[in-house]
């Protein structure tokens, strides 16, 4: 035989069959997926631990208390028996096990294990004898009970536990019970001897575990996997004669699949109803042998579990499955499929391989897939033959889940085959029958174009049917793979709903809502949350009994009249630099969603991130979206610098006092130095072919729409005297929030002190200029002539109306935009 592609080939070990089995090289470890899963999430409940302790430390010492009260009273001759047997076990019972691995050959798992025990032992060393002592009064001494007597991690157990994880006892629950029992009686013995608290066992038992998988996953647990020769024994018992057998996804170039796949040539192939076919010729296997693996259950667990959140209704099957479950499910389904006359393989038996394997033997169809048969060759009767298959599915209430075109095999006599059943579902309801119309009419509008695939679907379904499903033709409700395909064929499923509509004229095109929530909801509610995290602290550092006892409320409620009026000037400002119409009370409101989600990006970011997706929303093509932004973007750059220089001129020459504003020699040099660096990476061609293709995106566009813009008279006037409202009403709010607390300047000076520490702010990488813009405004108002009291209050002031005051009611504009479908 011929050997196939993918890698050097050897014979399979394992059960001694006799039956040669071509397949790669098997790997002495691997990295199972389950390993990080449980990694992440023992780190994940580690830090929730320490959270909860440090937030209820009462709760936590009461508990201890509790608990030492009532050991208090128990029989002391049972405690140290307790103490006794825990103190030789603990590491006894681990150390049997161990010998009994070696035994069986099991070397390289306990030499793993061993490895995570001394990385345990290490770290609970280090976090007892360094960490806490440099960290008084933090969490890690609130896990302790607030003493000195105890240790946040429980040094003798941590170790073992990490062992115990590592070394791997599942299956055998003898050594199961016998360790953690051991390891429960030296947590009790660690509690009565007030040795350890409750929440520092939790954590001890948390870090061993996350160390023990960590290891596991960095360093690859022993391949588990029976080799294709215990396939072929598995077979065997089935009462099947393999002849000779081959991987098959290795030979396709596979390899990421859940589920290998062996070609088998029976020595004498048992009589069934499957498709007729010709008697075999040399090459050709009897057998399509799919093998189970324990350790790829939980491949993709992530994902399923993000689908299964997010979507609503039973739309995808369990997150997590077994390898029992998953056995039973595929075989049920195939079982199924046949019962309901659809055209596929042939399931001739299915059997576990080992403890770690199953596996279903499939009567083997030779073909190719629909998505490796050349677009020349899917003919209408091909399409025609596909929807009758899956008319019968319907028919069966059989939903398949996975109808991409390595779903579909064309078989050699030209036939369709339904096949890749492990995902399907039997009694499926009216949304998941649906939803599998729309995934085949995507697939196949893939291969042989919209046009083709909507006329034959109508044919063998009929036109009401495809009228039901428009609803459905999102990309959420699609695969993954179909997604990612769908990003090259950006207009693909309009054009679908576009051949249906042509067909049923009154279908009722509204998309159904699929989804529990979107993307965007979990950024709303992020961003609300770092709001609460920066303005809560901020709050709470105010002074509020000295600023209502000493400031004016009259300059006050002018202040925040001018921080209003900013508003309407951002939202005039954007509406000049659109040529299209755009409502005055709706672009209020999404100017002020910026002030909400700039708290969570840099000011400069946040609001050209908002504007542009409302003029989208708005109907705005994405080009000229962005264009418009990027106009009025740079429009106001220009005017803010001219403004500062004008003002910086007039300030010099009204106002001694503020010369000193003037820059230094050192910045100058700074500023110079940073030129010739810039000037010095720009002369390197890929730094400079980076630095255009920046601005190209930045502001593509930008110099056509104002040429658009300067034809409109009005519009360049509402668009100029946004920009201009926009820094009057900043800096009106400035000068009142001075007023407020009995301080003055000249008017001059306020406009450079606005004008400096909005640069800055603009400039930060912090949300909303954070920390920046307050250190710029308190600095340059005090060496106006403002004292530094005076100074704080006003800053204080002026940033409570312009940037917090306004976090709730801009995501309550946020929300509502959202709702409306305007952002």
């Known amino acids: 035989m011929t050997p196939a592609r993918g890698g050097t080939r050897r014979p399979g070990r394992g059960t001694a069959t006799g039956v040669p089995v071509d397949e790669p090289a098997r790997p002495d470890r691997i990295r199972r997926p389950v390993d990080a899963i449980r990694f992440a999430a023992s780190c994940a409940l580690l830090v929730a631990v320490m959270l909860l302790v440090s937030i209820a430390q009462q709760t936590t010492h009461g508990l201890q208390t509790d608990i030492a009260e009532g050991t208090a009273h128990a029989p002391r001759l049972l405690l140290s028996l307790a103490t006794l047997a825990s103190s030789f076990g603990v590491l006894a019972v681990p150390v049997a096990f161990a010998f009994e691995r070696l035994f069986h050959k099991d070397g390289t798992r306990v030499a793993i294990a061993l490895l995570a025990a001394a990385i345990a032992f290490l770290i609970t060393i280090g976090l007892d004898d360094l960490v806490v002592p440099s960290a008084p009064g933090g969490v890690l001494d609130s896990l302790i009970w607030g003493g000195t007597a105890t240790a946040p991690v429980h040094t003798d157990i941590a170790p073992v536990i990490a062992f115990v994880t590592a070394v791997g006892m599942a299956g055998r629950f003898r050594w199961q019970a016998a360790t953690w029992t051991m390891i429960g009686l030296a947590a009790l013995t660690g509690l009565t001897a007030s040795y350890a608290s409750v929440a520092a066992l939790a954590a001890t038992y948390l870090l061993g575990r996350a160390i023990g998988h960590g290891t596991l996953y960095a360093v690859g647990t022993p391949n588990p996997r029976p080799p294709g020769t215990a396939v072929m024994g598995a077979l065997e018992r089935l009462g099947l004669r393999p ?74 099957g369990r997150a997590l499955r077994s390898l029992r479950r998953s056995l039973e499910q595929e075989s049920l389904m195939a079982y199924a499929v046949d019962a309901a006359g659809v055209r596929t393989p042939r399931l001739a038996g299915t059997s576990e391989v080992g403890t770690e394997a199953a596996l279903l033997a499939y009567e083997f169809v030779p073909g190719r897939r629909l998505g490796d048969v050349p677009r020349e060759e899917v003919t209408d009767g091909l399409l025609t033959d596909v929807w009758r298959q899956f008319r019968r599915l319907q028919a069966g209430r059989l939903a398949h889940r996975r109808l991409e075109d390595g779903a579909v095999l064309v078989g050699d006599d030209g036939r369709a085959y339904v096949t890749d059943l492990r995902s399907g579902e039997t009694a499926a309801g009216d949304l998941a029958l649906r939803l599998d119309l729309a995934q085949l009419l995507t697939t196949l509008a893939l291969r042989a174009g919209p046009e083709r695939a909507v006329r034959t679907a109508a044919d063998v379904l009929g036109e009401e049917a ?202 100058v040099i700074a500023v110079l130095a940073l030129g010739l660096v810039a000037g010095l990476a720009v002369t390197v061609p890929k730094v400079r072919r980076v630095a255009a293709s920046r601005m190209r995106s930045m502001f593509s566009g930008v110099v056509p729409r104002l040429v658009d813009v300067l034809q409109s008279p009005r519009k360049l006037a509402t ?62 108002l005090t060496i106006s002539g403002l004292t530094a009291e005076t100074a704080t209050s006003a800053v204080l002031l002026y940033r409570l109306l312009t940037l917090w005051l306004p976090v709730l009611p801009g995501w309550a504009a946020f929300a509502y935009l959202q709702r409306k479908e305007a952002l």
Not at 731 to 746: K, N
């Open 719 to 780: 668009g100029m005297g946004g920009t201009l409202l926009l820094t009057v009403a900043f800096v009106l709010c400035l000068d009142a929030s001075i007023r407020a607390f009995g301080g003055s300047l000249h008017w001059t000076s306020v406009v450079v002190v606005f004008l400096t520490a909005n640069a800055l702010g603009s400039a930060a990488p912090t949300p909303g200029g954070l920390g920046a813009v307050e250190g710029a405004l308190t600095l340059a």
């Open 466 to 667: 495809l009228a039901a499903t428009v609803p459905l033709l999102q990309r959420v409700a699609l695969s993954r793979a179909t997604r990612t395909t769908l990003r090259q064929h950006k207009d693909l499923l309009t054009r679908i709903r576009e051949q249906i509509v042509r067909l049923e004229p009154e279908t009722e095109a509204a998309p159904v809502r699929l989804e529990r929530f979107r993307p965007r909801t979990i950024f709303s509610i992020v961003a609300l949350s770092i709001a609460a995290y920066i303005v809560i602290p901020q709050v709470g550092s105010l002074d509020i009994g000295l600023l209502v006892s000493t400031a004016t409320w009259w300059w006050v409620a002018v202040a925040l009249g001018a921080a209003m009026l900013t508003y309407l000037a951002a939202a005039l400002m954007l509406m000049g630099f659109v040529p299209e119409r755009l409502p005055l009370w709706r672009t209020v409101l999404a100017q002020v969603a910026a002030s909400f989600v700039k708290l969570v990006a840099p000011a400069a970011v946040g609001g050209v991130a908002v504007n542009t997706r409302y003029l989208q929303r708005s109907g705005v093509r994405p080009g000229p979206a962005v264009a418009s932004v990027g106009a009025s973007q740079l429009v106001g750059m220009v005017t803010h610098i001219l403004l500062l220089v004008l003002f910086g001129f007039l300030t010099g020459s009204a106002n001694k006092a503020t010369q000193d504003l003037a820059p230094s020699r050192t910045v």
């Open 243 to 316: 002849e000779r057998a081959a991987r098959l996804d290795a030979e396709e170039g596979g390899g990421t699949e859940e589920a290998r796949r062996y070609g088998v040539v029976l020595a004498d192939r048992p009589a069934g109803d499957g498709p007729a076919r010709v008697p075999p010729r040399r090459g050709e296997w009897h057998l399509d042998v799919r093998v189970l693996d324990r350790d790829q259950q939980t491949a993709g667990v992530l994902y399923r579990v993000w689908r299964l959140l997010r979507l609503r209704g039973t739309m995808t």
